[in-house]
């Protein structure tokens, strides 16, 4: 297992070099001056955009380019974000903590209501709740993201009331923005909240979190449904089940030892994707319930044409992946150990 580890390790430095070449190469096909506002912080720096692109470089060589722009981003800055008005490298950090609140609360009831119902669906094959299941896939499936929004914010905001759009309601927000009265420790506004004791901000952030945590779950859950339950039915028919039913071993014990292990390959492949999606910022999602993600972050600086909060975005998004590629090809190893041994 340390051996496949390692090999894994080994070629994240390769990968990672053509995740920033890719991104460096699509920012080629931009203008010396449109890439100099990777550089400028002040609006007033454009009258000397000339002497900007010769400081940087971006008159040089490609190669050059290249070494100068890497160079950068191994530092850490990422240019100047006009869309949030600070640095990118700070703008990520600022916005992907309420990604990642919003992320940790969806994924885990996900994973869980999916991987159960598909397996009951699948062991009870054409019974009531193999029905239930697949009723439950085609319409979390049927409905595109931004429907299943629409719809519960029209019902449980716009009619009823009871869950409000964005992530803290205005009295809260004082509240957590005032230093005197709210210590941050985490930037998880549910966790920071119970760390200082203030329960009703608690239930605030989950006031607010219902709603995107409810579409997202929605769709994302139909589709691990449907998922498993294929993946289970499949490692339902092979011979070694056959073989444990007939030496007598009981049904659950054949179920979860012996099928379900087997059948939740697929299964984590589309996790960690999910799980990497999530993190990236759920743009459609975070921008009907004014969210303030890093979804939301990405897709207003793209509307209005930050290249260096795109571009910045766009690298972040891509070691997320990188890294979650390698976090599921660990947990296959851990599952079936012929393929680390491939």
Do not use: C
């Not at 470089?57 to 949030?84: C, F, H, K, M, N």
């Not at 294929?230 to 979860?256: F, H, W």
């Amino acid at each position: 297992m340390t051996v496949f580890i390692a090999r894994r390790l080994l070629l994240l430095p390769l990968v990672g070099i053509g995740v920033t070449l890719l991104i460096f190469s699509l920012l080629q096909l931009l203008s010396p001056q449109q890439r100099a506002a990777l550089y400028v912080t002040d609006p007033r720096q454009l009258q000397a955009i000339d002497a900007i692109i010769r400081e940087h470089g971006l008159d040089r060589p490609v190669y050059i380019q290249y070494v100068q722009w890497l160079g950068r981003v191994l530092q850490g800055d990422l240019g100047w974000s006009e869309t949030a008005k600070m640095p990118v490298a700070r703008a990520i950090a600022t916005f992907f903590p309420a990604t990642l609140e919003l992320t940790l609360y969806t994924f885990l009831p996900i994973i869980a209501l999916g991987i159960w119902l598909g397996t009951k669906s699948a062991v009870h094959r054409d019974q009531v709740i193999d029905h239930f299941s697949r009723l439950f896939a085609i319409g979390g499936q049927s409905f595109p993201t931004f429907v299943w929004g629409l719809l519960l914010l029209m019902v449980f905001y716009g009619a009823w009331r009871l869950f409000p759009p964005g992530r803290l309601s205005l009295e809260a927000n004082l509240v957590v923005l005032d230093p005197t009265q709210f210590r941050t420790y985490t930037h998880l506004v549910t966790v920071d909240a119970l760390l200082n004791g203030k329960l009703w901000i608690f239930l605030d952030a989950l006031r607010h979190l219902a709603l995107p945590v409810i579409t997202l779950s929605l769709v994302q859950t139909a589709t691990l449904v449907r998922v498993t339950r294929s993946s289970m039915l499949e490692t339902l028919r092979q011979d070694y089940v056959r073989t444990a039913r007939a030496k007598g071993l009981e049904e659950p014990r054949v179920i979860n030892k012996h099928a379900r292990k087997n059948a939740l390959i697929p299964v984590i492949t589309l996790s960690a994707l999910l799980f990497v999606g999530l993190l990236n910022g759920v743009v459609i999602t975070e921008t009907i319930y004014n969210y303030p993600g890093i979804g939301r972050w990405g897709a207003n600086a793209a509307i209005q044409l930050d290249a260096p909060a795109v571009a910045g975005f766009a690298l972040f998004s891509a070691l997320l992946l990188v890294f979650g590629n390698l976090a599921a090809d660990i947990l296959y190893a851990w599952i079936d150990p012929r393929i680390r041994l491939g």
